[in-house]
């Protein structure tokens, strides 16, 4: 489901295919953030490191982290009969570290998606509607604050608010049906060219920023994780280990091939990465490799989700490698492929077709006579297709295969035409010569064998033994 913001009374909604609509509204039961718990260190840390602090300040808390992560809990309860949120408040940051939050749903045991906070040295309103998932069975609001390479992070909340929205208004909606248009086109070339509004739906990344390959006990500020906002972007830091964020995919585009696009530099050290993680197969899907430049490339990416994918996110890296990696993402969206299908089909007066009188002798001899119609026209020998069939009397072009089979030639003319096939003529001739042959060995033999006849009637020459012993 899409989450939509209503700005000076309008919202954007892309609608792919029928669909329930439905409108929220701030409902009367909200919950005032002024309840909060004691620090807590929400990541390990050394032993020797100072604890995190944190004092109220008006209408809010003051978060100091020298090691691990500091945080605190809001308690926000059971997930409404909807379970749909607006969670608001204003953050103010120190020169160095992260304010981050994040809305933990028991059951599902995970943050709720929910856009990064954007903050600085002056107060900075965060605004984000965010949506249980089915299971969640307690909510509970976290605040963060996270130094960076060992300097203390300073994160301030105030005015912090969580309310349920409920439902005011329904409708069902459904795209409009694109009519087909049918141009008439003059003869000649034309040049055609299509001009579509961009589909695509900016990605939010709603996740804290991760360590993606925690190998040892170092946590993120000992290892240089960061990441700061770039216009239409972000950039990932890793000294060690490897910094990451994840954006959801909308579950609308998992029916179907999507599109995922973006821009995309190394600034330092290893090659910029992405996983497409599915959820249900539990794999990240096969998808070409991000670009590896110093320069900003564009990446586009046409990707069908796995059968059994429940959801889907994308994840960025920074993989810090031996000597620390800076790696940039901007611009990044996705939207469902939506090709244009052009059919450009020829039309004009019908052809008259030509008239064929034919008559066949032998084998392979046929006589065509082919009057009337239009030329250049196409004459087809329904015979099983021979290099030696030789077309003569009119005018004819390359002789070529017709209907996979059978035998054809362009005619620029009517007129007679002889069909006949080449080898028979050979064949008949080298016939007469094996017959010939024939003939001329029998003739032979019968020759020999009557003088061997003749020959047998004279007397022969008389025994004459080579030794005495054989004479009696």
Not at 268 to 292: D, M
Not at 309 to 314: D, E, I, S, V
Not at 443 to 460: A, E, G, I, Q
């Amino acid at each position: 489901d899409q989450l939509v913001s209503v700005k000076n009374d309008k919202a954007v909604v892309r609608i792919d295919a029928p669909s329930r609509l439905a409108a929220y509204r701030l409902s009367s039961d909200r919950l005032d953030g002024e309840n909060f718990t004691s620090v807590g260190d929400c990541a390990s840390r050394a032993k020797r490191m100072k604890a995190p602090t944190a004092k109220r300040i008006p209408r809010g808390i003051q978060i100091t982290a020298r090691a691990g992560r500091a945080c605190v809990k809001v308690p926000v309860g059971s997930p409404s009969e909807d379970g749909v949120y607006m969670v608001r408040f204003e953050a103010r940051q120190s020169d160095v570290g992260n304010a981050s939050v994040c809305l933990w749903m028991a059951g599902p045991n995970r943050c709720a998606p929910m856009l990064p906070v954007r903050s600085s040295g002056e107060w900075t309103v965060f605004d984000s509607v965010v949506r249980s998932d089915p299971g969640t069975t307690e909510l509970t609001l976290f605040l963060y604050s996270t130094p960076v390479s060992g300097v203390p992070s300073v994160a301030s909340y105030r005015d912090v608010i969580v309310t349920p929205l409920e439902i005011f208004g329904e409708a069902d909606v459904a795209p409009p049906v694109h009519v087909q248009e049918i141009r008439e086109l003059s003869s000649g070339t034309h040049r055609l060219e299509v001009a579509q509004s961009n589909p695509n739906l900016p990605l939010k990344f709603d996740s804290p920023l991760g360590d993606c390959h925690r190998y040892d006990d170092r946590t993120s500020e000992e290892t240089g994780l960061r990441v700061q906002d770039i216009p239409d972007g972000l950039r990932l830091e890793a000294a060690a280990h490897a910094a990451c964020v994840n954006a959801a995919i909308p579950s609308h585009l998992l029916s179907d091939a999507f599109t995922l696009s973006m821009d995309v530099r190394t600034v330092r050290g290893q090659k910029a990465r992405s996983c497409l993680w599915l959820e249900g197969p539990n794999r990240c899907a096969t998808i070409k490799p991000l670009p590896s430049s110093s320069n900003w490339k564009t990446y586009v990416a046409e990707i069908s989700p796995d059968a059994g994918t429940t959801g889907a996110r994308l994840f960025l890296y920074a993989d810090a490698g031996s000597s620390g990696t800076i790696t940039e993402y901007r611009r990044l969206s996705v939207g469902p492929v939506s090709p244009v299908i052009v059919d450009v089909t020829p039309v004009g007066p019908q052809a008259e077709p030509a008239n064929v009188e034919w008559s066949q002798s032998g084998a392979s001899s046929f006589k065509a006579k082919v009057s009337g119609g239009d030329y250049p026209a196409f004459l087809v020998l329904d015979e099983s297709f021979g290099h030696g069939w030789q077309a003569k009397g009119i005018p004819t072009e390359q002789h070529v295969e017709a209907n996979g089979y059978a035998n054809g030639w362009t005619i620029a003319s009517g007129g007679t035409v002889q069909l006949t096939y080449g080898p028979n003529r050979w064949s008949r001739i080298a016939m007469y010569i094996s017959v010939g042959v024939a003939i001329g060995a029998i003739v032979s033999t019968v020759f020999r064998r009557k003088k061997r006849r003749r020959n047998s009637s004279l007397p022969t020459d008389p025994f004459e033994p080579s030794t005495p012993q054989e004479a009696h």
